[in-house]
């Protein structure tokens, strides 16, 4: 929440939430939208469900096909509205390919006016163990990027890559793609 807080973020905001579980970020970010403006994508229509009934103060406020399942970044049935988007600890744990193909997929939202997502970075060509522990590897999960890789990914998908400086659990990084 302070991370879209910091973009700006406003009950009119249309968030799209992608990889979001069992709505960690939901739970929050559906009492203070306005009803109807939280979207979220997964792999596991099961998780958000569930996460729908049993994390939600009142489910109502979030229509269960706000809730799309979606394990290659499609997208598929999220509306023009989205104005901002979000992935938190979700390409952390996939191949690179699929954040290029996200952010490629995002273009089609026409009043998007930033995506937020964490990665971990290193430039190592080999496990490397991040500021609190948790080791990273550029080969499988969870994966480690080059800094470098991760700005020329966002600008290659059309958007300007910002590196924030804000802390995150397990020493994630935190990019704006604008
Ligand atoms: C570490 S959890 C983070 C969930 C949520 N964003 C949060 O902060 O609590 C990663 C999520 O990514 C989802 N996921 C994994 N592969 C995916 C894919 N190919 N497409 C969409 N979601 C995926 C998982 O089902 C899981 O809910």
């Known amino acids: 929440m302070a991370a879209l807080l910091g973009q700006g973020m406003t009950p009119e905001d249309h968030l799209l939430d992608i990889g979001c579980g069992s709505l960690r970020l939901g739970h929050k ?11 979220g994508t997964d ?27 979606d394990a290659t970044f499609a997208f598929p049935g999220i509306p023009e509205t989205i104005t901002l988007a979000i ?6 744990h996939l191949p690179h390919a699929d954040l290029a193909t996200a952010l490629t997929n995002l273009r089609r939202f026409p009043n998007l ?14 496990a490397t163990r991040q500021p609190d522990g948790v080791v ?6 969870p994966y480690h990027l080059p800094e470098t ?8 998908a ?3 890559p910002t590196r924030l400086p804000t802390l995150l659990p397990r020493g994630q990084v935190l990019w704006s793609a604008t």
């Open 29 to 39: 970010a559906v009492p203070f939208l306005h009803p109807g403006h939280y979207w």
């Open 43 to 69: 792999a596991c229509l099961a998780l958000m469900r569930h996460g729908r009934l049993t994390e939600l103060p009142d489910p109502a406020r979030l229509p269960e096909d706000h809730l799309v399942e």
């Open 87 to 92: 992935a938190f600890g979700v390409f952390t």
């Open 113 to 126: 006016r930033a995506t937020l997502v964490t990665v971990f970075l290193s430039d190592a060509p080999t």
């Open 136 to 141: 990273t590897h550029p080969d499988r999960p």
């Open 149 to 156: 890789t991760v700005a020329q990914t966002v600008r290659n």
């Open 158 to 160: 059309g958007f300007t």
